[in-house]
């Protein structure tokens, strides 16, 4: 599974950091963005969730 953050929809809530500190965090300019290419095995339910949580719906499942 790989995800992508759309910076120009993202406002900096942190629901998706929260939820998955393993895949995301909040830059310098405070707008989410993935830190690994692909998401762990493990991880794929919380990033589910953060995805089904971000309030713009910035983050998207690349195929």
Do not use: H
């Not at 953050?5 to 393993?22: P, R, T």
């Not at 719906?57 to 195929?63: D, L, N, Q, S």
Request: with cysteine; net charge negative; proline share 3%.
């Amino acid at each position: 599974m790989k995800v992508e953050v759309q910076d120009d929809l993202c406002i900096g809530c942190g629901a998706c950091a929260a939820i998955s500190s393993q895949v995301f965090e909040l830059n310098d300019e405070g707008i989410s963005e993935t830190i690994v290419d692909t998401v762990p095995e493990d991880e794929e339910e919380n990033v589910k969730e953060a995805i089904e949580s971000c309030p713009t719906g910035a983050i998207i499942e690349k195929r």
